[in-house]
């Protein structure tokens, strides 16, 4: 009994061994695969945090670069106006001085050639860097991405104007091979002139609308600049931009502004005046060849224009943009009533008959007053009753603003 008590137990061991290695070497490997599965965990975690790492090292890096960028002090812009030697330049600055210095050693020397804008230390100016020739803020402002809403549909009574500006600015662009056929170089641009509000700056929007060619915009009392030559750069940098878009047509609105009769005049605002004229007539005769860019001009003050402006070779046609005449008014009201709810009794040929001497813009002014008239009564529609209050009323007020400017003289 003793025995079987000694071996029993002994049998029993053996095997609860064999069991107990058996769970055991289960256990440990089941612990080894948890385990190996978190050491995957781990180093996929650890991969993840290094490339976070990299990563906030890198914003690290920019944020420092950015701090030291605010307060690093502000550069001075200048032009180069001559290269001495490797070594020195003669810069002007953009307030107007000009300096002689140096040039950092980092600059290739091709670069510098004068007219090349580039970057002045504040206390030594001594160069920088130098910029790529890029053009004024402004200027890039000048081109019209997005073409105007207007057509030729909506400008009333000026056919023949019209025409005359297609032939002179698009003909040219479109098909240049009529000209050669002929013999004849095509007309440079023309001079839009008549008086205010009869659709100049309309019949430019218009063929902004419908050309294909670039199309830069710019008032003439833009080019009126501060400082002495600025105006003139812009002129350059205007035709510069132009050149190379070209086809390109560039409308100066209210050429007036730069394009006055030069006279002895002596204030300094005057002569930075007449050097931007001077710039434009320079960039119109094309000392290198102007590739494919027209002009048109348009003012209100053909009478104020110098001579030179006005000769044939710079605007080779001089269009006049006349007030309307009955049917030009008539066509003017068509176009602005085109969207209005008007009444039976409308009758817009006695409207344009009763405004004789009213120019595009009054027509559009009157359609306007006569829908206010109709708002004012509750109306549906607009009859003609408030076309003739509005002629009586804006008639009133074109009287009233006489009346005001010879007040204006009288104390001049
Ligand atoms: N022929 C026209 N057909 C239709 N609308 C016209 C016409 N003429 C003028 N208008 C209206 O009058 C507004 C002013 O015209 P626009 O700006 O073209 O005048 P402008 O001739 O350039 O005058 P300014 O010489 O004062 O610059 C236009 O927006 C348009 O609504
Ligand atoms: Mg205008």
Known sequence: ????????????????????????????????????????????????????????????????SEIEQLRSPPLVIGTVTDVIDNNRVIVRSSAGPRFLVRTSQL????????????????QSLAIVDVLPTSYDAQIYGMELVESPEETYENIGGLGPQIEEVREAVELPLTKPHLFEKVGI???????????????????????????????????????????????????????????????????????????????????????????????????????????????????????????????????????????????????????????MNLGEDVNLSEVARLTEGKNGADLRAICMEAGM?????EQDTVGHEDFMKAIDKLSLDFDRHHFHTTYGEMFA
């Not at 061994?17 to 055991?24: A, K, P």
């Not at 605002?269 to 060849?289: I, W």
């Not at 008239?373 to 009564?377: Q, T």
Request: glycine share 6%.
């Open 1 to 64: 009994m003793g025995d079987i008590a000694r071996h029993a137990p002994e049998k029993d061991t053996g095997e609860d061994i064999y069991q107990y290695l058996l769970e055991r070497i289960t256990n440990l490997e089941n612990r080894n695969l948890e385990l190996r599965e978190q050491f995957r965990q781990i180093e996929s975690e650890k991969r993840y945090i290094e490339t976070q790492k990299i990563r906030y090292e890198r914003e690290l890096r920019k944020l420092k």
């Open 185 to 339: 170089s095509p007309p440079k641009g023309v001079l839009l002139h008549g008086p205010p509000g009869t659709g100049k700056t309309l019949l430019a929007r218009a063929v902004a609308h419908h050309t294909n060619a670039h199309f830069l915009r710019v008032v003439g009392s833009e080019l009126v600049q501060k400082y002495i030559g600025e105006g003139a750069r812009l002129v350059r940098e205007l035709f510069d931009l132009a050149k190379q878009k070209a086809p390109s047509i560039i409308f100066i609105d209210e050429i007036d502004a730069i394009g006055a009769h030069r006279n002895d005049s002596t204030t300094s605002g005057d002569r930075e005046v007449q050097r931007t004229l001077m710039q434009l007539l320079a960039e119109m005769d094309g000392f290198e060849d102007r590739g494919d860019v027209k002009i048109i001009a348009a003012t209100n003050r053909i009478d104020i224009l110098d001579r030179a402006l006005l000769r044939p070779g710079r605007f080779d046609r001089m269009i006049e943009i006349p007030l309307p005449d009955h049917e030009g008014r008539f066509a003017i009201l068509m176009i602005h009533t085109r969207n």
């Open 107 to 122: 600059i290739d020397p091709d670069l510098l050639k004068p007219g090349a804008r580039c970057t002045l230390n504040q």
């Open 373 to 377: 008239f109709a708002i004012r009564m």
